[in-house]
């Protein structure tokens, strides 16, 4: 019963519906007692000879009553109870969306899509099961079971209410070890259903990978021995939960035993009357419904717990990166200091950045070069707070980064990633994804300077062009024009470009950041690339290096020192002749 004591902020949430459908569940409950009676009464007429047309017209009616009142009550339990427990799922699911929203990307470096999604849906489901099903056969259990053994013991004959009921302590003992056993495998067959939910999502967004190395066979076997691990774990649930009725089922009967043996002792013994002999076998029956019910409570109790555990567990985990008491709300502007000593990614041994000091003034643009690892995203992602426990400071407009609010950070700039994201939408509420109300307008200027306008123009829908799951249907060019848009339309401050021009042509490329300097010549500009023709614009270049600026200066400047950036700079013409056909520029 530990879930629904851990789920009492909700029940406070929501006492008058659970209190109404209370009320109403524990009416049935005694209107239930009435036919027995009724039924027992009817019996000892007919069998005294005294049963007349008016006495069986009345109760008759009695049931009728009783009838159209369990009905209603019924009705009223049900939309009151499971509707709350609608409510319980929808409150939890909001709780985990918002706190996925508020994680840092190290939890989800340790935690896998399937993963998350299992709780947000299997998980939930569970607990909303205990909310609902487990409330409705905790009440019922206790108020039918309750009322039905009081009537029997003060209406008919408590010694044989005594004598039916002795075999209950061994139910009770029973469906409690099963619920112990049942709670550990449920929890094992979640864990189980997250690893198939990981791989079915993997495979089907890499399903283009898959085909290309000719790797479905060795995929399907994959998920196949996934998906029999699931199997096997929910077969081993269903054998405990398939204990739970039989037990229920064998002590009642053993209990209808004792009842029609010591009952007929009773009857020739003259303490009781076949009437009475009929209502208690009724009764009896009566009960088996909630001793089932205290069964299945055991079950849906402790499947909730198991989930319950796993949702709040998750929940548990703090955001790493949070807003100091009295931040700064306004988006920063001005320049830009960075000046980082140390810098390793969480469970790394390996310093990322190391000495790594630059200034960028309000409006100039910055270029970032160096080969994969050397520290390049690294940069960005401490400009961005995504990652902190740095030592060193970075300055933003006179203040620290940390000042300030996330969100307002994040609001001055406009970041284009290397890995692209397109949501299945419009091509046009793509770009207008951080102002969905923005003029239409003001999407075809920002196209227009991520030099994609005319590509949009020329599909059959134009900006309604739906693209598909994470942009399936546009070029990988295309996919880097409109992530650029999208970043343009918030008129940022900062303008980051993380090797965001990589797919398009050199003259793509070069209209692109001609366009950005004409339209952002008061606004900074960070570009991170492996070709330096994205970057020789820039006011200022360093070239990174195992975590450390190697070189910095300008694009004359570095070839000037040949060094590293020269070497870089003559490999990239060299491949430009080659692909030239060995021509000279």
Same mark, same amino acid.
């Given at each position: 019963?530990?879930?629904?004591?851990?789920?009492?902020?909700?029940?406070?949430?929501?006492?008058?519906?659970?209190?109404?459908?209370?009320?109403?569940?524990?009416?049935?409950?005694?209107?239930?007692?009435?036919?027995?009676?009724?039924?027992?009464?009817?019996?000892?007429?007919?069998?005294?000879?005294?049963?007349? /047309?008016?006495?069986?017209?009345?109760?008759?009616?009695?049931?009728?009553?009783?009838?159209?009142?369990?009905?209603?009550?019924?009705?009223?339990?049900? !939309? @009151?109870?499971?509707?709350?427990?609608?409510?319980?799922?929808?409150?939890?699911?909001?709780?985990?969306?918002?706190?996925?929203?508020?994680?840092?990307?190290?939890?989800?470096?340790?935690?896998?899509?399937?993963?998350?999604?299992?709780?947000?849906?299997?998980?939930?489901?569970?607990?909303?099961?205990?909310?609902?099903?487990?409330?409705?056969?905790?009440?019922?259990?206790? /108020?039918?079971?309750?009322?039905?053994?009081?009537?029997?013991?003060?209406?008919?004959?408590?010694?044989?209410?005594?004598?039916?009921?002795?075999?209950?302590?061994?139910?009770?003992?029973?469906?409690?070890?099963?619920?112990?056993?049942?709670?550990?495998?449920?929890?094992?067959? $979640?864990?189980?259903?997250?690893?198939?939910?990981?791989?079915?999502?993997?495979?089907?967004?890499?399903?283009?990978?898959?085909?290309?190395?000719?790797?479905?066979?060795?995929?399907?076997?994959?998920?196949?021995?996934?998906?029999?691990?699931?199997?096997?774990?929910?077969?081993? !649930?269903?054998?405990?939960? /398939?204990?739970?009725?039989?037990?229920?089922?064998?002590?009642?009967? !053993?209990?209808?035993?004792?009842?029609?043996?010591?009952?007929?002792? &009773?009857?020739?013994?003259?303490?009781?009357?076949?009437?009475?002999?009929?209502?208690?076998?009724? &009764?009896?029956?009566?009960?088996?419904?909630?001793?089932?019910?205290?069964?299945?409570?055991?079950?849906?109790?402790?499947?909730?717990?198991?989930?319950?555990?796993?949702?709040?567990?998750?929940?548990?985990?703090?955001?790493?990166?949070?807003?100091?008491?009295?931040?700064?709300?306004?988006?920063?502007?001005?320049?830009?200091?960075?000046?980082?000593?140390?810098?390793?990614?969480?469970?790394?041994?390996?310093?990322?950045?190391?000495?790594?000091?630059?200034?960028?003034?309000?409006?100039?643009?910055?270029?970032?070069?160096?080969?994969?690892?050397?520290?390049?995203?690294?940069?960005?992602?401490?400009?961005?707070?995504?990652?902190?426990?740095?030592?060193?400071?970075?300055?933003?407009?006179?203040?620290?980064?940390? $000042?300030?609010?996330?969100?307002?950070?994040?609001?001055?700039?406009?970041?284009?990633?290397?890995?692209?994201?397109?949501?299945?939408?419009?091509?046009?509420?793509?770009?207008?994804?951080?102002?969905?109300?923005?003029?239409?307008?003001?999407?075809?200027?920002?196209?227009?300077?991520?030099?994609?306008?005319?590509?949009?123009?020329?599909?059959?829908?134009?900006?309604?062009?739906?693209?598909?799951?994470?942009?399936?249907?546009?070029?990988?060019?295309?996919?880097?024009?409109?992530?650029?848009?999208?970043?343009?339309? @918030?008129?940022?401050?900062?303008?980051?470009?993380?090797?965001?021009?990589?797919? !398009?042509?050199?003259?793509?490329?070069?209209?692109?950041?001609?366009?950005?300097?004409?339209?952002?010549?008061?606004?900074?500009?960070?570009?991170?690339?492996?070709?330096?023709?994205?970057?020789?614009? /820039?006011?200022?270049?360093?070239?990174?290096?195992?975590?450390?600026?190697?070189?910095?200066?300008?694009?004359?400047?570095?070839?000037?020192?040949?060094?590293? &950036?020269?070497? @870089? &700079?003559?490999?990239?013409?060299?491949?430009?002749?080659?692909?030239?056909?060995?021509?000279? $520029?």
């Amino acid at each position: 019963m530990k879930v629904l004591v851990q789920l009492g902020w909700f029940f406070k949430q929501q006492r008058k519906q659970y209190i109404i459908g209370i009320s109403a569940l524990v009416l049935v409950s005694l209107l239930q007692l009435l036919p027995p009676k009724i039924i027992g009464i009817i019996v000892d007429d007919i069998t005294d000879s005294s049963l007349t /047309a008016s006495g069986l017209t009345k109760w008759l009616l009695i049931l009728g009553v009783a009838g159209i009142l369990m009905y209603i009550a019924r009705f009223y339990w049900r !939309v @009151m109870i499971f509707g709350s427990a609608v409510r319980l799922s929808r409150t939890m699911r909001e709780k985990l969306f918002h706190h996925f929203t508020k994680m840092s990307p190290s939890f989800y470096q340790k935690r896998r899509v399937g993963d998350l999604m299992a709780h947000a849906t299997n998980d939930i489901n569970a607990v909303q099961q205990t909310a609902g099903m487990g409330v409705l056969t905790l009440v019922d259990s206790i /108020a039918t079971g309750g009322f039905v053994i009081l009537t029997m013991a003060l209406t008919i004959n408590w010694k044989l209410t005594l004598i039916a009921l002795i075999p209950l302590p061994f139910m009770i003992f029973l469906t409690s070890y099963y619920g112990r056993l049942l709670r550990q495998r449920f929890r094992n067959a $979640q864990e189980a259903f997250s690893h198939l939910n990981d791989k079915t999502q993997e495979s089907i967004t890499g399903i283009k990978v898959i085909k290309t190395f000719g790797q479905q066979k060795e995929d399907i076997e994959d998920f196949t021995d996934l998906s029999t691990d699931v199997v096997a774990k929910n077969m081993r !649930v269903a054998k405990v939960d /398939a204990l739970f009725d039989p037990t229920i089922t064998g002590i009642f009967a !053993v209990s209808y035993i004792l009842s029609f043996f010591f009952g007929t002792k &009773y009857i020739i013994a003259g303490d009781m009357s076949i009437g009475d002999m009929v209502a208690f076998s009724t &009764y009896l029956g009566l009960l088996v419904w909630p001793m089932l019910a205290f069964g299945f409570l055991f079950n849906i109790v402790e499947r909730g717990n198991a989930s319950y555990s796993r949702i709040t567990e998750l929940l548990s985990i703090t955001p790493e990166i949070k807003d100091l008491p009295g931040a700064i709300s306004e988006r920063p502007k001005g320049d830009l200091e960075f000046n980082v000593e140390e810098f390793k990614f969480p469970g790394d041994e390996a310093l990322a950045l190391r000495n790594v000091h630059f200034t960028l003034k309000k409006g100039e643009t910055l270029g970032i070069v160096g080969r994969t690892g050397s520290g390049k995203t690294a940069i960005l992602k401490l400009l961005l707070r995504e990652f902190e426990g740095y030592k060193g400071s970075i300055q933003y407009g006179g203040h620290s980064i940390h $000042q300030y609010k996330q969100q307002s950070l994040r609001a001055s700039i406009g970041y284009v990633p290397q890995d692209h994201f397109l949501f299945s939408t419009t091509i046009a509420e793509n770009i207008a994804f951080t102002n969905p109300k923005i003029a239409k307008e003001k999407i075809y200027e920002a196209a227009e300077l991520a030099q994609i306008h005319q590509d949009i123009l020329s599909f059959t829908e134009g900006y309604d062009t739906i693209v598909g799951e994470r942009g399936v249907s546009l070029s990988g060019g295309q996919q880097q024009r409109v992530s650029i848009a999208r970043a343009l339309i @918030m008129n940022p401050e900062l303008l980051i470009l993380d090797d965001s021009l990589s797919a !398009v042509d050199a003259r793509t490329e070069e209209a692109i950041l001609e366009a950005l300097k004409q339209a952002r010549t008061d606004e900074t500009t960070i570009i991170t690339s492996h070709r330096l023709s994205a970057i020789q614009h /820039a006011h200022k270049i360093i070239v990174m290096h195992e975590g450390t600026i190697a070189e910095a200066g300008t694009h004359e400047e570095l070839l000037a020192m040949d060094g590293r &950036y020269k070497e @870089m &700079y003559d490999l990239q013409q060299l491949e430009v002749m080659v692909e030239r056909g060995g021509e000279g $520029q």
